[in-house]
């Protein structure tokens, strides 16, 4: 069965009052939800966000075209408070998508797919201990798991043809995707806060905001790592991004906390909203107010729990089908219950998600990329020695 979406009116759902745990109605922050009536949101987000809007401090809860129910937190949400709140960040502190250039002649995705390297095994020859924040160096330069990829990709529609060429880009382009975040660092972080006060607030702003800085710069080091594994696999120099948004973060902003669950910042930013590994993906210009957060939607979002993506996978698809994707790209990933848990099926429409945030001016699209090549995990039996 599917899970049940919830009706209601696109970005004019504000709800300035919520219920306490007694029952009693209390005030609290706002709720805006930035979808259409036609999106697909379960009605187990939307009353994540009335839980968050109900947390001491809270001001405003706005909800992404991608927002989809997460562990005690909506994921495709920002969240501004007085109260700093590690729990709505998670323990993927700074995970984030960055787009790299990448010159190559004539990419073949089959043959290019079995030169990539194993990103799931660090290789301490890209960086310099002496320089990784907070002297974290596991797993650096690696992927993990869940939604995490390496993709290459080439430029399909140009839609801004101005701020493409600001950025480098032109139709046919080849372009590394990489979505990952701080690992067990960022891990590390949030188990140090909710053993002693679980998913109450920061005890000690400050402090928190410090180990949590550090996770961002790590993230951002780890997706240029992985980048330029990948580059020299392949023959091409390393070259730095044109777009590196972290969508798992929190920041002071006039005065309050602004926290992100799965949702960059789109104030003036160039992001790359990711579609799935058989989809499009979308490089938008984010003009988002503070009504949105100044956030945008991080991607396509699941539709589908990870059980429910693998036993209707299973019952619908085989694994060499997963492997090649309707768009003619190959999948690397030796983990079959992972292939079938981030099927394509498993998410929202991409189209849409877009299309609900230049409805609502919150972004505009300047290019959209088509996958050639995405990397989940090592197939042991075909990567590269």
Not at 184 to 209: M, S
Request: hydrophobic share 40%.
């Amino acid at each position: 069965m599917s899970p049940p979406r919830v009706p209601f009116l696109p970005s004019a759902c504000l709800l300035p009052r919520c219920r306490s745990p007694s029952g009693a109605s209390v005030l609290s922050s706002s709720v805006s939800i930035f979808a259409s009536p036609s999106s697909w949101i379960e009605s187990a987000a939307i009353d994540q966000c009335h839980q968050v809007a109900a947390l001491t401090g809270m001001r405003h809860v706005a909800g992404m075209p991608d927002l989809h129910p997460g562990k005690g937190a909506p994921i495709g949400a920002a969240m501004t408070s007085s109260v700093l709140y590690p729990f709505l960040v998670g323990s993927d502190i700074g995970c984030g998508i960055a787009v790299f250039p990448i010159r190559l002649k004539r990419p073949v995705p089959e043959k290019l797919a079995a030169r990539f390297p194993d990103l799931d095994v660090p290789d301490h020859s890209f960086f310099d201990e002496a320089d990784v924040p907070a002297g974290h160096t596991d797993s650096l330069g690696t992927v993990g798991r869940g939604n995490h990829f390496v993709e290459l990709a080439r430029v399909g529609t140009v839609f801004d043809s101005d701020h493409a060429v600001r950025l480098g880009l032109a139709a046919g382009d080849t372009v590394l995707i990489v979505h990952s975040g701080s690992r067990g660092l960022g891990e590390r972080i949030l188990r140090a806060h909710t053993e002693v006060h679980g998913a109450g607030p920061a005890e000690d702003p400050a402090a928190y905001l410090a180990a949590h800085d550090d996770a961002v710069r790590w993230g951002s080091l780890n997706r240029r790592i992985m980048a330029a594994r990948v580059a020299d696999a392949l023959g091409a120099a390393h070259e730095p991004p044109i777009v590196d948004e972290c969508h798992n973060s929190v920041e002071v902003r006039d005065g309050l906390y602004l926290h992100r669950k799965g949702a960059a910042n789109g104030d003036g930013r160039d992001v790359l909203v990711a579609g799935t590994r058989g989809t499009p993906s979308f490089l938008v210009a984010g003009h988002a107010g503070a009504d949105a957060g100044f956030s945008v939607a991080h991607g396509a979002g699941r539709k589908m729990s990870r059980a429910d993506a693998l036993r209707r996978g299973k019952a619908k698809h085989t694994i060499e089908e997963l492997r090649r994707t309707a768009v003619g790209s190959y999948v690397v990933c030796g983990d079959r219950q992972l292939l079938f848990e981030e099927a394509p099926t498993a998410y929202k429409r991409i189209e849409q998600v877009i299309g609900d945030l230049e409805s609502h001016r919150l972004a505009t699209r300047v290019v959209s990329t088509i996958p050639l090549v995405t990397y989940k995990t090592a197939d042991r039996a075909k990567v590269r020695r």
